[in-house]
């Protein structure tokens, strides 16, 4: 029997929920996370049909109010003694507490830290109720902590591999269950934090990014030694976003790391943000749009410096000097959706260790940036070359 298949000649990736660009993201984000259990298609679509394009107020009100009502329902869940039910709804108000979070510019606004602990709440009482394996950690880091989950896998046995994912600058730690149930379904255990200028760290302690990551992921590394089910001589990392850019400097400085997925690759982040935003500080603020002003305040934020600091800040984000250090066998990704895929190309053709190049076309459907909305297919391919490595 022979059968046509058609040619997709439109995808959709092109296919817009916002013209704000971050807003546009984040629900294709939240979306790709309907099949982990950590959104509904219909809660988020109630959601966006109440959103208005690049209004900051209306994002954090729609997801706040999203997130409550389902916490308001998980409570009476669990006090009817329905552990099941109480466990999914709890996990996807944990989601919407963060999101609403996501677009938020008033770092002086209390809501930040009182979301900042209900998502954190949610999500902790979800896999308690649900017998999901994973625990709430936190990792010693100078003179306070790091806060992260640990999943060890019920398909290990005995000691075994561990993957580390470090989040971006917009999504958190706790988005990145997409990888990390990837990775304990394979007989792999996964850890994830928050580190400086990340989620909970950044909101809760104050703690901006700082460009010498080797520092914050020495500790992080220090402490999975000591997991007593963990291989130390099989220890991977995995970075999203910015994530993609920090790990490839800790692989350069620190040997225990098997195995580096930068996700996407990048050599100077800093440059090409840099770039970017020179031409909004050029710009009077009486002439910056709203989205624009957004992103200055987002990066001195999270930065911890303020607009005339911020160039010179960012310039220090550049492995330039240390690329050629990386032993570790790494993989760097990319996607035809990417914002700039050849930044990922330049960063793969620099490295001089073992490497593998995975590019993400449009019929794989994972073509967007850090393979939002796509993340089953994306899961299942870049766990083929894992397993594989690691």
């Not at 984000?317 to 990922?344: C, R």
Request: with cysteine; proline share 5%.
């Amino acid at each position: 029997m022979t059968e046509e298949f058609m040619k997709f000649n439109n995808h959709w990736s092109s296919q817009k929920f916002s013209k704000n660009i971050l807003q546009d993201a984040l629900v294709k984000h939240v979306l790709g996370l309907v099949n982990y259990r950590m959104a509904d298609v219909g809660e988020v679509l109630e959601v966006n049909a109440n959103l208005k394009n690049g209004d900051e107020q209306t994002w954090i009100s729609a997801w706040a109010t999203m997130a409550n009502r389902l916490q308001e329902r998980a409570v009476q869940y669990e006090q009817a003694n329905k552990p099941v039910s109480a466990g999914s709804t709890y996990l996807r108000a944990s989601t919407y507490w963060r999101v609403a979070l996501m677009y938020f510019g008033d770092v002086a606004d209390p809501r930040i830290r009182q979301y900042c602990r209900l998502s954190q709440g949610c999500y902790d009482k979800s896999m308690k109720l649900s017998g999901y394996p994973g625990k709430a950690i936190e990792i010693p880091y100078e003179n306070t902590t790091l806060p992260g989950h640990y999943f060890q896998s019920p398909h290990a046995n005995g000691k075994s591999p561990l993957l580390i994912v470090v989040p971006g600058r917009d999504t958190w730690a706790d988005d990145t269950r997409w990888v990390t149930d990837a990775a304990i379904k394979r007989g792999i255990n996964a850890l994830t934090f928050d580190g400086p200028g990340q989620g909970m760290t950044l909101r809760l302690q104050g703690l901006p990014f700082r460009s010498d990551f080797e520092n914050v992921m020495k500790p992080v590394l220090d402490f999975a030694e000591g997991l007593s089910d963990v291989d130390p001589s099989r220890i991977g990392v995995m970075g999203m976003s910015f994530g993609g850019f920090q790990v490839p400097r800790a692989a350069a400085f620190d040997k225990r790391i098997k195995v580096c997925i930068a996700d996407p690759g990048n050599i100077a982040w800093g440059k090409m943000i840099g770039q970017r935003l020179n031409k909004i500080l050029a710009l009077p603020k009486r002439l910056r749009p709203a989205m624009l002003e957004y992103m200055l305040k987002d990066y001195t934020w999270k930065h911890g410096c303020s607009e005339k600091e911020l160039l010179p800040e960012l310039a220090k984000y550049d492995n330039s000097d240390i690329i050629n250090q990386i032993q570790s066998k790494v993989l760097v990704l990319n996607g035809a959706a990417e914002i700039n895929p050849e930044a990922a190309k330049e960063f793969y053709n620099q490295l001089t260790c073992p490497k593998d190049y995975l590019f993400f076309d449009e019929n794989s459907t994972a073509q967007q940036h850090t393979q939002m909305g796509g993340y089953a297919p994306a899961s299942e391919m870049i766990f083929n070359w894992i397993e594989d490595n690691l």
